[in-house]
């Protein structure tokens, strides 16, 4: 994620930030990727703190207006749950505009999100035909590790619950082409295979013995959706890192120059070998303060070549080239 610039005085802006250092109000317009000083703003922005630009007054911003079905307000402690899963979904839409997904410049189908909190009983995650179904509650600390622990997951963030299930929408848009489900298959097998069926083998037995010389997480092993969900999410967790730290000022010695664009990089090869690289080092310095690893996965050959599969469709994909 980019850092911005101020548009009514000095310093820096940061992607969540509603008010600028001397106080003036401020809101990001995802169109032009820059912050600006003048309404109107989303209607959200009371609610739960949406700080981006709404196309008029009293509308909703371009990404609150994805979400057709938001959480029961009456649920304890749900608005700061819901704000902080609207934000890691900005963030991640912000990101997959990069390459053009969502943007006015994409003819295709928008997400829709549905958001609910666990009440009586657990919310879904998932995706359905376009409908990305994510529970709030995970936004609460202390559900996201016990929920971690038990489903032995080393990494579990609401921004990467949104790259994960915003991936199976995106694998929906593109197998409406022709040329995408057969190269899909070669890579990562047969889809059609009994989803349901799989996952219950999975949680049964658990990944095969050799997961790691093949997928990127033992999840990934399950069926070819959630290897295709988790290759994709590791994908952005991988660019928007590496983007995250060129924003600010900082250098690694396999960047191609300094002015180097992760987004841009056309070349899969170039853009993991200095994420790589660049998240082993942010992995020690997070160690000297007693944290866990920031990204603590091994990337095999079979991984490596199934990220640049991603990265050629994520790339191209939106505006149908």
């Not at 709030?136 to 619950?161: C, F, N, Q, W």
């Not at 899969?268 to 990204?295: E, W």
Request: charged share 20%.
């Amino acid at each position: 994620m980019q850092s911005f610039s101020n548009p009514v005085g000095g310093g820096t802006l940061w992607f969540h930030n509603l008010l600028t250092a001397e106080g003036t109000p401020v809101a990001y317009d995802p169109q032009a990727r820059a912050f600006l000083p003048t309404p109107p703003f989303c209607v959200n922005r009371d609610v739960i703190g949406c700080n981006w630009i709404a196309p008029e007054q009293g509308a909703f911003c371009r990404s609150c207006a994805m979400t057709a079905l938001a959480p029961d307000l009456d649920i304890p402690d749900v608005i700061p749950n819901w704000a902080e899963t609207e934000a890691a979904k900005r963030w991640v839409i912000d990101n997959l505009g990069r390459w053009h997904w969502f943007r006015p410049e994409d003819p295709g189908t928008r997400p829709v999100f549905h958001m609910l909190a666990d009440g009586y009983t657990l919310a879904p995650m998932g995706h359905g035909e376009g409908i990305v179904t994510i529970s709030v509650s995970e936004a609460d600390p202390v559900v996201r590790v016990t929920r971690k622990e038990a489903l032995k997951e080393p990494y579990r963030t609401m921004i990467g619950h949104m790259r994960h299930e915003i991936a199976h929408m995106l694998w929906w848009r593109l197998s409406l082409r022709e040329d995408f489900l057969a190269a899909f298959r070669e890579m990562f097998g047969d889809e059609r295979a009994d989803y349901g069926a799989a996952l219950e083998q999975h949680y049964i037995q658990g990944p095969p013995q050799d997961w790691e010389l093949f997928y990127l997480t033992s999840y990934a092993s399950a069926h070819p959706h959630e290897d295709w969900a988790e290759t994709t999410a590791h994908l952005l967790h991988l660019t928007d890192i590496t983007d995250s730290f060129i924003a600010t000022g900082l250098l690694t010695p396999e960047m191609p120059s300094h002015r180097w664009d992760p987004y841009a990089e056309p070349d899969t090869k170039v853009l993991v070998n200095v994420a790589a690289n660049l998240v082993m080092r942010v992995n020690h310095v997070n160690r000297s303060m007693g944290l866990s690893d920031i990204y603590p996965f091994v990337l095999s050959e079979a991984a490596h070549r199934k990220l640049a599969f991603v990265h050629d469709w994520l790339r191209r994909g939106a505006q149908g080239r």
